[in-house]
């Protein structure tokens, strides 16, 4: 005997053919359905489940469900693809960590039903569209997207919310839609309505400050380059944390020195004087928050971690691997959750493909200091 959510699937398969609910029209809500045929949110909620793997409805954000149009909307046989575009190879030792990411997605749950199309944006805005446009036109059923903002704004569109519009509306016609790692939208006072799994940078910032606190330090000092959403939101965690504690804020906010791959075997001598001019600040005990590629001059000016007597120490805002020889650990930094925020996309693009609610929110995972 049919089951009650399939009977219910059933009657509204039926509704639909006949035309009851048209093409780009709504069923009716949860709530409604239940009192009409007489059974549980439960029931209803799997019946609707049915349908989205039907093709036959699709789940709208803040909408309810939406009668699958023929025109301006993603009614397809479906291909057991999803499609996944990643910043790659222009900026390859900026994007280290995307690998961890991908493997994280692929074993957990999207390997078993589905295949992963991977499009390389090169984080180039212009190249994000095309690669948008060629996976649609490869039938996938979903894409997941790390978005591109920097090359690409900087030197194509210049938009600072990148292809937010293009993915929204996407979204909003049917097509899912998960980003991942990071967010556009943050510092642009734009309504983020679509799902996304992001580290949270904030939070980043105050687990650096206590970290040092923890360790015994009372003046602690931000050294960065406000140039991207990532280090304001970062600083602005320090801010908090510092405040938390009833500690000043004490900022170093220069340029930093660039390390390009070819370079890395030899650092410039812009680290040698941006270094000196950070040790000038320690007049008592003192910790840096910086970038890692300072690090290695660090550990040659403070080789025992002292300075005029003082104790001086040392945290990362993100952990690398390693910049030529010169290895980042064991210095305390801060690591991206990154199996976390693989397990979560693809976890959040299966509920968004059966249409299980609450799947259409963000999540911000909280990083982890390693040693």
Request: aromatic content about 8%; glycine content about 8%; hydrophobic content about 40%.
């Amino acid at each position: 005997m049919a089951s009650k959510y399939t009977l219910l699937a059933d009657s509204l398969e039926q509704s639909i053919a006949a035309g009851e609910y048209a093409d780009g029209s709504f069923l009716p809500g949860e709530r409604v359905l239940c009192e009409r045929f007489q059974v549980s949110r439960v029931t209803v909620r799997n019946a609707l489940k049915q349908l989205v793997q039907k093709k036959l409805i699709v789940p709208i954000v803040g909408s309810g469900y939406k009668v699958q149009g023929k025109s301006g909307s993603f009614n397809r046989p479906r291909s057991h693809l999803i499609g996944g575009i990643f910043p790659g190879s222009a900026v390859a030792s900026e994007f280290m960590y995307v690998p961890s990411i991908l493997a994280h997605m692929i074993s957990e749950n999207l390997g078993d039903d589905y295949n992963l199309v991977l499009a390389n944006s090169a984080d180039n805005l212009l190249r994000e569209r095309e690669m948008v446009q060629r996976l649609i036109n490869a039938n996938v059923e979903g894409l997941i997207i790390m978005p591109s903002y920097s090359g690409g704004a900087r030197h194509t569109v210049r938009h600072e919310t990148g292809n937010y519009a293009l993915f929204l509306e996407l979204y909003r016609k049917g097509m899912p839609i998960v980003l991942v790692d990071r967010s556009l939208t943050t510092l642009n006072h734009v309504p983020q309505t679509l799902p996304g799994v992001y580290s949270d940078v904030i939070a980043c910032g105050e687990m650096l400050v206590d970290e040092m606190v923890h360790r015994g330090y009372r003046k602690i000092i931000f050294h960065d380059k406000l140039d991207s959403r990532v280090s304001f939101l970062r600083h602005h965690g320090y801010c908090n944390a510092m405040k938390k504690h009833d500690l000043t804020v004490r900022d170093v906010l220069t340029p930093l020195c660039e390390i390009t791959v070819e370079s890395c075997d030899t650092m410039p001598e812009q680290c040698d004087s941006e270094v000196k001019n950070m040790l000038k600040l320690v007049d008592t005990d003192t910790a840096f928050i910086t970038n890692s590629f300072l690090v290695p001059t660090l550990d040659k000016f403070c080789p025992e971690h002292r300075w005029g007597g003082h104790r001086v120490e040392w945290i990362c805002c993100e952990h690398r691997a390693g910049w030529g020889n010169h290895p980042m650990m064991p210095y305390p930094c801060s690591v991206r959750p990154l199996a976390k925020m693989g397990v979560r996309a693809a976890r959040k693009m299966l509920a968004l493909l059966t249409g299980e609610p609450g799947a259409d929110g963000e999540e911000y995972l909280p990083p982890e200091i390693e040693y």
